[in-house]
């Protein structure tokens, strides 16, 4: 195919036009790697709604073998896409990261429709969306001009249908949390475009698995709600301000879930503790 014009034309082609549409595509896995090619496209209708809107509806339509998912997630997962120019800030690698990341839960998607990943790769995908979460370093929301970047939103994106997963145990959930904690309690950014929700969304998943010891869970809500400022003056505020927006984000998600309403009442407690809150 070769080009990034078109690719796009290809896939607006695809796009169904309407209620009702759905364009044929006899061939949809011999798109795949042009779709990998330019999944960090600065061309956020190309990356957001073509690449990535398209291989959720094939997904969602049985168009994706699991041979060729596997292999997408793979690819994906690799160091030329999720890892691309990891630790640079404010430059267009971002878009390869954070968009490869958002293929993880389309593969578990799959997976829970029929599963077909083996316990070795759901684990090597759990271990690289929390090494990336460690290490991305761009944490900008909404690029002008080149769309959503979103990195920490998507990674946590990751996680949240990996919690769901019996595969996953204790230990790993603990590992989930702690990426999470990790990830929020920062004073270099402030989190503005929901960050907080996809963040609560995760920790909440961990917690319905119901087999993190409630001791663990509300010691890591404990460290969450006294995490320690340092620093300058705005990045204490910045760390403040980040914790504070999820935790709220969390409290109330907590409380649509009956199982968790324990814990949100612990949570309220740590928040109402800390007079600065």
């Known amino acids: 195919m070769g080009s990034e014009t078109l690719l796009k034309k290809e896939l607006l082609r695809l796009r169904p036009k309407g209620e009702g549409s759905n364009p044929d595509c006899p061939q949809p896995e011999a798109f795949i790697p042009e779709m990998l090619r330019h999944i960090g496209s600065t061309d956020p209708e190309l990356r957001d709604d073509l690449i990535y809107g398209t291989i959720c509806r094939w997904t969602k339509q049985g168009k994706i073998s699991p041979a060729a998912m596997r292999t997408l997630l793979r690819t994906a997962m690799d160091?030329?896409?999720?890892?691309?120019?990891?630790?640079?800030?404010?430059?267009?690698?971002?878009?390869?990261?954070?968009?490869?990341?958002?293929?993880?839960?389309?593969?578990?998607?799959?997976?829970?429709?029929?599963?077909?990943?083996?316990?070795?790769?759901?684990?090597?995908?759990?271990?690289?969306?929390?090494?990336?979460?460690?290490?991305?370093?761009?944490?900008?929301?909404?690029?002008?001009?080149?769309g959503w970047a979103h990195a920490a939103a998507h990674a946590a994106d990751g996680l949240e249908p990996l919690a769901g997963l019996q595969s996953m145990t204790g230990t790993d959930l603990l590992g989930m949390l702690d990426a999470i904690r990790n990830k929020v309690c920062i004073g270099s950014y402030l989190y503005m475009n929901d960050e907080d929700e996809r963040f609560a969304n995760a920790a909440a998943a961990v917690f319905m698995r119901e087999i993190v010891a409630d001791d663990d869970i509300a010691g890591w809500i404990h460290q969450m709600a006294d995490v320690p400022t340092g620093g300058s003056m705005t990045e204490s505020e910045t760390l403040r301000a980040n914790t504070k927006l999820f935790l709220r984000s969390l409290y109330f998600k907590m409380l649509k879930e009956q199982r968790l309403l324990k814990f949100a009442h612990y949570l309220l407690e740590r928040l109402n503790a800390r007079n600065n809150y």
Request: hydrophobic residues 35%; proline residues 3%; glycine residues 8%.
């Open 79 to 146: 160091d030329n896409h999720l890892f691309y120019g990891i630790g640079e800030k404010g430059t267009d690698s971002v878009f390869t990261r954070s968009f490869s990341a958002l293929i993880l839960p389309v593969a578990v998607y799959m997976h829970k429709q029929n599963p077909f990943l083996s316990e070795d790769e759901l684990h090597d995908m759990k271990t690289k969306i929390i090494r990336y979460l460690a290490l991305e370093e761009d944490l900008r929301g909404y690029v002008e001009g080149k």
